[in-house]
Structures are given as C-alpha cells and as structure tokens.
C-alpha cells in the first residue's frame, strides 16, 4: 500500500523558516518524480515544486522561487521542502505527492502556519 | 503561471449528469495531454478522479468521464450520488515541469 506521511508543519514567525518531510513506503521511491502541493486555508490547490528522480531537474511555482528548495533523499525514501524567508501567504496545508504533474497518490498534509 | 478557470460551483440532482469545465491557454491545457482532476471531500487529501484527460485509475467509477477541446477540459459525473458532493480541481502540465490548477468547483447534489 502506498503511503505518504509529511511531518515538519508548525507556527512560525514571519522571515522565519521551516523543513517539511515527507516518508514514502509501499513503492519504489527511486523511480518517481515527486511533488508538493499546497492549500492555503479555505482556498484552492496550488501546486508548489517537483523533483526528479535523482534531484537532477526541480521546478518550483513563481511565488517560492528563491525562498523554497525541494530535495530529496532516496536511501531514506524521503521528501523535503525547506521553506526560507517565510510569509504570512505562505499559510497552507503542505501536501506530498507521488509524480511530477499527474499526482496519483497524496498524504494528509502537514499545517503550515506563518504568523506573529 | 496563471491558474486555469473553473465554474465556483455546479449542481444537479441524483441520478443526473453534471459537467464541469476547465479552461486554460494554448501553453498548458491546449498543448498537452495532462490533465488531471481530483476529488476533495471536507478535511480530506485530494484523490486522482481522471489523468491524462480521459483516464481513469482503477478504483474510480465509470460514472467519471474527461474530455477534452482545444484550450478546455471538462469533467462529466454521470448518475451523481450523494457521495460525489465535493470539491473538484483540474490541474495541467504547462511545459518546463509546472503544474497548474484551477480554482475548484464545489459540486453540490440537490
């Protein structure tokens, strides 16, 4: 069975930054772009970065360009997101996701809440 | 990066079919063959209804169908349920490995 479990989501200040994972099980990690995707309280999806396979190649939404880095580390089946420079807009549920754009797996978010 | 449009809301009574679409650009829903809508109920993780446009993961009914012309897609829930009141999002690849969603469709069953 596939399983993604994100952890790392807290309260944090404004300018503040923050590391989210992500464990995957039940698949081969190694072979899969993977992704996050985020939803701002009562708001929409908004898909926020993907990584390739091996980290070689990662895309990042214009907003976290420069603030976010997503990496990954295959040994441990892990994803992350470290999140820099943190803004009150950057309030969200952060999900994992299995692939790169057609996200057929999720887990069950981590909060993220930016605020003084 | 602009998101794609969706309707805020659809509704329709059980046992009727119900169409949602999603309209993007000739450089994302226009150019490629990805994509994708989800399924949201209150509180939950998204779930993948169809992919690729057409497509549907094992598991989903055959009540979920996707479309697609030119720069817009759609999602027709045939023989709604109560169960398929939800929040629906369609999402496109649009080159250089981005993803764009749309704002999201609350459906409502009468």
């Known amino acids: 069975e596939v399983q993604l479990v994100e952890s790392g989501g807290l309260l944090v200040q404004p300018g503040g930054s923050l590391r989210l994972s992500c464990v995957a099980s039940g698949f081969t990690f190694s072979t899969y772009w993977m992704s996050w995707v985020r939803q701002a309280p009562g708001k929409g999806l908004e898909w926020v970065a993907n990584?390739?396979?091996?980290?070689?190649?990662?895309a990042y939404v214009d907003s976290v360009k420069g603030r976010f880095t997503i990496s990954r580390d295959n040994a441990k089946n892990s994803l992350y997101l470290q999140m820099n420079s943190l803004r009150a807009e950057d309030t969200a549920v952060y999900y994992c996701?299995?692939?790169?754009?057609?996200?057929?797996?999720w887990g069950q978010g981590t909060l993220v809440t930016v605020s003084s | 990066q602009s998101a794609l449009t969706q309707p805020p809301s659809a509704s329709g009574s059980p046992g009727q079919s119900v169409t949602i679409s999603c309209t993007g650009t000739s450089r994302d829903v226009g150019s490629y063959n990805y994509v994708s809508w989800y399924q949201q109920h209150p509180g939950k993780a998204p779930t993948v209804m169809i992919y690729e446009v057409n497509k549907r993961p094992s598991g989903v009914p055959d009540r979920f169908s996707g479309s697609k012309s030119g720069n817009t897609a759609s999602l027709t829930v045939s023989g709604l349920q109560a169960e398929d009141e939800a929040d629906y999002y369609c999402s496109s690849y649009a080159g250089s490995n981005i993803v764009i969603f749309g704002g999201g469709t609350k459906l409502t069953v009468l």
């Open positions: 996701a299995r692939r790169g754009w057609q996200f057929d797996y």
């Open positions: 990584i390739k396979v091996d980290g070689s190649e990662k």
